[in-house]
T-cell receptor, first 114, second 113 residues
Framework: AQKVTQAQTEISVVEKEDVTLDCVYE???????LFWYKQPPSGELVFLIR??????QNEISGRYSWNFQKSTSSFNFTITASQVVDSAVYFC???????????FGAGTRLTVKP | DTEVTQTPKHLVMGMTNKKSLKCEQH?????MYWYKQKAKKPPELMFV???????INESVPSRFSPECPNSSLLNLHLHALQPEDSALYLC????????????FGSGTRLTVV
């Protein structure tokens, strides 16, 4: 069975602070994919990143960075110098390599205050 | 075209109505999905179509009936719904296994009265 845990239900920061969203996963698959999505109040799911289990390189995209650690089954997401527009619910998700499905964590609601 | 288009964006229906949600993609993706998302909850997988065949049905009640007429279209037929079925219904598509190119539509917000 696959499971994604986002222990942080809500996080509130002040603009320009750095913030890390935690994601821990469980899977029996040896090959799998991890994702992060952003869901702003408008409701659409915005794709942020997809990482396969063979690639443990950390990734940086502008103010966003991701730390994948297979040894601890974690795929954490850091926003540097947060902005009000970063306020949203962020979901971590897991998909098996040969399964056409994706399972989401419960989500972390991030509020960035001016 | 890198979008998944869902119609309608909003739907209000009575418990005795029959309605359909539509989803369309023209990215050549061969897997399409329906998810249900209740308020303040994560999306939950309902159905998966792979190469136009139903491959996953997550024990969804029969009042929800999916249909995949062709590789670009996915429908969700609704009949005799309950108020607790009110939710955001999201469609997604991907190239196939592994979720390459997994793309979500903006959803249909359904209210059952």
């Amino acid at each position: 069975a696959q499971k994604v845990t986002q222990a942080q239900t809500e996080i509130s920061v002040v603009e320009k602070e750095d913030v890390t969203l935690d994601c821990v996963y469980e899977t029996r698959d040896t090959t799998y994919y991890l994702f992060w999505y952003k869901q702003p109040p408008s409701g659409e799911l915005v794709f942020l990143i997809r990482r396969n289990s063979f690639d443990e390189q950390n990734e940086i995209s502008g103010r966003y960075s991701w730390n994948f650690q297979k040894s601890t089954s974690s795929f954490n997401f850091t926003i540097t110098a947060s902005q009000v527009v970063d306020s949203a619910v962020y979901f971590c998700a897991l998909s098996g390599y040969n399964n056409n499905d994706m399972r989401f964590g419960a989500g972390t609601r991030l509020t960035v205050k001016p | 075209d890198t979008e998944v288009t869902q119609t309608p964006k909003h739907l209000v229906m009575g418990m005795t109505n029959k309605k359909s949600l539509k989803c369309e993609q023209h990215m050549g993706h061969r897997a399409m999905y329906w998810y249900k998302q209740k308020a303040k909850k994560p999306p939950e997988l309902m159905f998966v179509y792979s190469y136009e065949k139903l491959s996953i049905n997550e024990s969804v009640p029969s009042r929800f009936s999916p249909e995949c007429p062709n590789s670009s279209l996915l429908n969700l037929h609704l009949h005799a719904l309950q108020p607790e079925d009110s939710a955001l219904y999201l469609c997604a598509s991907s190239q196939g296994p592994s979720g390459v190119g997994y793309t979500f539509g903006s959803g249909t917000r359904l209210t059952v009265v």
